[in-house]
T-cell receptor, first 114, second 114 residues
Framework: AQTVTQSQPEMSVQEAETVTLSCTYD???????LFWYKQPPSRQMILVIR??????QNATENRFSVNFQKAAKSFSLKISDSQLGDAAMYFC???????????FGAGTRLTVKP | DVKVTQSSRYLVKRTGEKVFLECVQD?????MFWYRQDPGLGLRLIYF???????EKGDIPEGYSVSREKKERFSLILESASTNQTSMYLC?????????????FGAGSRLTVL
């Protein structure tokens, strides 16, 4: 079974600073996908960024980037120039290539201080 | 603009009641999912469906059933609600494999069982 671990239940960052959220996963698969989802307070869960395991290049979406270390099974999310609107729960997720269901970590609550 | 709609945002039910949570998507997605979200546990998969009338158990199906009579609608049923089913329930949908198909989530249904 695949598991996803987020070891930081809570993190805080000063506005305009950079923060990194950690995620590790366990799998015996070679082909899979990794995702970061954001859940703002009382709002819908939305996709932040995704990474295909076969791609060596780290994914980037504007201020959001990942550090994907396949051998270490690590997938961290870096948020640059943090904004107040980045405050949310962040979930790391994994899906095997030939599997429909997605596995989620326990989440990291990010607070952004003005 | 809402693509995944969950019929009830907040529900309060009594122990032993039958509870229906409805989810409708308008994106013609094949896959639909029901997750349960609890603090410190992240999202756990209850059931998913990859086609009309097709379903597969997730990690925590006990005490739940599902129905998918039409492609766009996926219902979660609690046959006899219990207090330990008090939780946030999230519906999601996605395109079928393969590919890094992301989940599109509904706003969630917060269920309290008294």
């Amino acid at each position: 079974a695949q598991t996803v671990t987020q070891s930081q239940p809570e993190m805080s960052v000063q506005e305009a600073e950079t923060v990194t959220l950690s995620c590790t996963y366990d799998t015996s698969e070679s082909d899979y996908y990794l995702f970061w989802y954001k859940q703002p307070p009382s709002r819908q869960m939305i996709l932040v960024i995704r990474q295909e395991a076969y791609k060596q290049q780290n994914a980037t979406e504007n201020r959001f980037s990942v550090n994907f270390q396949k051998a270490a099974k690590s997938f961290s999310l870096k948020i640059s120039d943090s904004q107040l609107g980045d405050a949310a729960m962040y979930f790391c997720a994994y899906r095997a290539y030939n599997n429909n269901d997605m596995r989620f970590g326990a989440g990291t609550r990010l607070t952004v201080k003005p | 603009d809402v693509k995944v709609t969950q019929s009830s945002r907040y529900l309060v039910k009594r122990t032993g009641e039958k509870v229906f949570l409805e989810c409708v998507q308008d994106m013609d997605h094949e896959n639909m999912f029901w997750y349960r979200q609890d603090p410190g546990l992240g999202l756990r998969l209850i059931y998913f469906s990859y086609d009309v009338k097709m379903k597969e158990k997730g990690d925590i199906p006990e005490g739940y059933s599902v129905s998918r009579e039409k492609k766009e609608r996926f219902s979660l049923i609690l046959e006899s609600a219990s207090t330990n089913q008090t939780s946030m329930y999230l519906c999601a949908s996605s395109l079928v494999l393969p590919g890094a198909n992301v989940l599109t989530f509904g706003a969630g249904s917060r269920l309290t069982v008294l």
